[in-house]
């Protein structure tokens, strides 16, 4: 049975850091590109990145946290993180890890697609306020 279990989220202030745990059961996370996604208040879910296989090493980012975000694997723990530093209130929303359908890289022209995702996660919120 396919699962994926978020954890790591919070209260934090702006500026501050949290980092996103997402960890796998059921499969092997490591032979999957693995998403993160967001949803704010009265908003759609937003794409934030996505990260390959350890293979093929490709990795994506929304523009609004290149820079303050980073994604990366512990294939020991079967697990992915998504660590985000310099927090701002915009980032405030429920984040959600989630497997492709099938495929081990995060391809450019559409890993922003929540459609290309087959198991998700129950979520995590995260709040940034002072």
């Known amino acids: 049975q396919v699962q994926l279990v978020e954890s790591g989220g919070g209260l934090v202030q702006p500026g501050g850091s949290l980092r996103l745990s997402c960890a796998a059961s059921?499969?092997?996370?490591?032979?999957?590109?693995i998403g993160w996604f967001r949803q704010a208040p009265g908003k759609e879910r937003e794409a934030v990145s996505c990260?390959?296989?350890?293979?093929?090493?490709?990795?994506w980012y929304v523009g609004s946290v290149r820079g303050r975000f980073s994604v990366s694997r512990d294939n020991s723990k079967n697990t992915v993180y998504l660590q985000m530093n310099s927090l701002k209130p915009e980032d405030t929303g429920i984040y959600y890890c989630?497997?492709?359908?099938?495929?081990?890289?995060?391809?450019?022209?559409?890993?922003?697609?929540?459609?290309?995702?087959?198991?998700w996660g129950q979520g995590t919120q995260v709040t940034v306020s002072s």
């Open positions: 990260i390959s296989s350890s293979s093929v090493g490709i990795n």
């Open positions: 059921g499969f092997t996370s490591n032979d999957y590109a």
């Open positions: 989630a497997r492709v359908i099938s495929g081990r890289a995060c391809e450019q022209s559409h890993w922003s697609s929540p459609v290309q995702y087959g198991s």
